[in-house]
C-alpha cells in the first residue's frame, strides 16, 4: 500500500509539472502573439488609418460625370505645407451656395463612390469644393496629418471666402469619416452656415480600439484628430447623418449629438451603407439636406 501511495504521489507531481510547464508555454505563446500582435498594429496603422487610393480619376471623370449631368473645374491651391488638389463641380442653379467636401482617408474625391452625393448636391442648387488632402511637406519641419488635413480645408474656406466673395453664412462644411477632424475645426474655428457630419470617427483611438480592443491602441498613436473638443464648444447649424449599415458604430454619431449643445441640430439614420444606396434612402438622405437648406433659409421647399 505504502509502494502505491509514493507512486500516486510521484505520478501526481510528474502531472503538475506536465501542466505548469504547459501552462508557462501557452502564457510565454499567448504573450509573443500578444507582443507581437501591437508590434503589427503599430507597423501598420498608417496603412489602416491613411490607407493608398489607387488614382481612377481619368475613367471617372472622362466618363462618368457627363453621364450624370454633372461638371468640374480642377484648380490648384496652395499652401504653407503644400500644393492642394482641388476640384469644383458648379451647380446648374447657379446659387451662391456651397459645400465644403473634406472625405474620410478611405477614399479621395475623385473616388467613384462619391459621385452620388455630388449629385444630390448639385440637384439641391449646392455649389461643391472638395479636395485632396496635403501629404508632401516643403516645410523644414515635419508637420503632423492631422495639421495638413485642416489647412487643406482652410485652403478651400480661404479661396470660397477671399477669390469667390462667397457669404461665410452660405458655406456648409461636410466632414465625412475622418474628414469630421478638420471639418469640425474648421467650423468651430471660422464662420460657416452649418457643419454636417457623416459616418463621423470621433478619433482615431476610438476607431482602432473599436476594431482591436484588447491591444494598446492608446499607446500606438501619436495624434488623435480628437473632434469632441470642437463639437462641445460649437454652437452652430449641425446635422448628423449615419448609414447604419456602415462599420462605423453608431454611438459615435449618439453621443455627440446628445452632448452638443447647437440651437439647430439633427440627426438622421438612414439604412443601408453609403456605397449602395436604394431610391429610398437616396431620398432620405436628399430630404435631410434640403431641411438643413430650409432651416438656414438657403432653399424653399
Avoid at 516643403?138 to 482652410?154: C, F, G, P, R
Avoid at 482591436?212 to 480628437?226: A, F, M, Q, S, V
Amino acid at each position: 500500500m505504502e509502494n502505491l501511495s509514493n507512486l500516486r504521489q510521484k505520478f501526481s507531481i510528474l502531472v503538475m509539472s506536465l501542466l505548469n510547464k504547459v501552462f508557462l508555454f501557452v502564457a510565454i505563446l499567448l504573450l509573443g502573439a500578444y507582443v507581437g500582435a501591437n508590434i503589427w498594429l503599430f507597423s501598420q496603422k498608417n496603412t489602416i488609418l491613411y490607407p493608398d487610393v489607387q488614382d481612377t480619376s481619368v475613367y471617372f471623370f472622362a466618363e462618368r460625370l457627363p453621364h450624370n449631368r454633372l461638371k468640374y473645374d480642377k484648380i490648384e491651391l496652395t499652401s504653407a505645407y503644400g500644393n492642394v488638389e482641388t476640384c469644383i463641380f458648379p451647380s446648374f442653379a447657379k446659387k451662391n451656395v456651397w459645400l465644403i467636401y473634406l472625405h474620410h482617408t478611405h477614399n479621395l474625391y475623385y473616388s467613384d463612390t462619391n459621385l452620388w452625393r455630388y449629385k444630390i448636391w448639385n440637384n439641391l442648387g449646392i455649389n461643391t469644393i472638395t479636395l485632396n488632402y496635403i501629404k508632401d511637406n516643403t516645410s523644414d519641419n515635419k508637420v503632423a496629418y492631422s495639421e495638413k488635413m485642416y489647412q487643406s480645408a482652410l485652403v478651400a474656406y480661404n479661396y470660397l471666402v477671399d477669390i469667390l466673395e462667397v457669404p461665410e453664412d452660405k458655406i456648409l462644411v461636410y466632414g465625412e469619416g475622418f474628414g469630421a477632424y478638420p471639418a469640425s475645426k474648421l467650423a468651430q474655428e471660422m464662420p460657416v452656415g452649418a457643419l454636417v457630419l457623416e459616418n463621423m470617427i470621433r478619433s482615431q483611438k476610438s476607431f482602432l480600439k473599436d476594431f482591436y480592443p484588447i491591444l494598446l491602441t492608446p499607446y500606438l498613436i501619436e495624434e488623435d484628430l480628437e473632434v469632441t473638443s470642437y463639437l462641445s464648444k460649437m454652437n452652430k447649424n449641425l446635422l448628423f447623418i449615419h448609414f447604419q449599415n456602415h462599420n462605423t458604430p453608431n454611438y459615435y454619431d449618439v453621443t455627440l449629438y446628445e452632448k452638443s449643445k447647437n440651437d439647430y441640430k439633427k440627426i438622421l439614420y438612414i439604412g443601408g451603407d453609403d456605397v449602395k444606396l436604394n431610391k429610398k434612402n437616396l431620398r432620405s438622405y436628399q430630404k435631410g439636406m434640403a431641411d438643413l437648406l430650409k432651416q438656414l433659409k438657403l432653399r424653399k421647399i
